[in-house]
């Protein structure tokens, strides 16, 4: 299984991971991150497939996919979950 981590710092709430994602796993939530913007967030953590494709298609880098078994190589990463 999957995890989802949002780096909250970086997202600029463009949607491209929202959009793009085939499990529709992501949404804009309502919060308002740091930079002002609506950031991105997992719905169903157990529905993501771990193709990455919100993590390579994300212009500031503000997405990573990794196997619930390991953490993001960054310290700087916030998981977030519903």
Do not use: W
């Not at 970086?10 to 949404?27: A, D, N």
């Not at 991150?33 to 997992?42: E, F, L, R, S």
């Amino acid at each position: 299984m999957a995890k989802i981590y949002v780096n909250k710092n970086r997202c600029k709430g463009c949607g491209y991971c929202v959009e793009l994602c085939p499990m529709k796993t992501l949404s804009m939530s309502k919060e308002i991150g740091p930079k002002g913007y609506h950031v991105a967030t997992p719905d169903e953590q157990g529905e993501c497939l771990e193709c990455g494709l919100c993590e390579s298609i994300c212009p500031d880098f503000a997405l990573t996919v990794t196997s619930e078994d390991k953490e993001p190589e960054t310290s700087n990463q916030v998981e977030t979950q519903k």
